[in-house]
């Protein structure tokens, strides 16, 4: 079974690609009616709630700096703990699976991931040493 990152409904932070220095909240988009600042009829740009960054304060900062402040917000730690724990999830599902595959005396013991391969490894050389003979 393939998990697919399209059916996930995660609230993921901003790519790099979405701004530059990768806060897509900092202000300047659009106000609650949808139109932008400067526009007739739109809202002001929002500035920064309190020790919240703004923009001007994270344009003296490296890439590196600016990505270490963004993976420091609750938002970002929850999404990663998210994605985290749907791949462990998808990797143990995997070795449910090829669990299932292998014959072991008896069917249901409890065996650790390294002996799941390890036995995998055992049987597709038997089947094919079945095959050649």
């Known amino acids: 079974m393939m998990l697919n ?3 996930m409904e995660l609230d993921l932070p901003p790519t790099h690609s979405e701004t530059e220095s990768g806060f897509s ?3 300047g988009g659009a106000g609650p009616d949808g139109a932008g600042p400067g526009v007739p009829g739109g809202g002001q740009a929002r ?5 919240e960054p703004g923009r001007k304060d994270l344009q003296h900062l490296s890439r590196e700096e600016r990505r270490r402040r963004r993976r420091a917000t609750a938002k970002y730690r929850t999404a990663h703990a998210t994605r985290e724990r749907i791949r462990v999830e998808a990797f143990n599902l995997a070795f449910a699976e090829l669990r ?3 014959p072991t005396l008896p069917p249901d013991k409890k065996l650790s991931k390294i002996e799941i391969l390890r036995l995998a490894i055992c049987y597709i050389s038997y089947l094919n040493h079945v095959l050649d003979v």
């Open 25 to 27: 909240d900092c202000g």
């Open 47 to 51: 500035g920064p709630e309190p020790g």
């Open 5 to 7: 990152s399209d059916s």
């Open 100 to 102: 299932k595959l292998l």
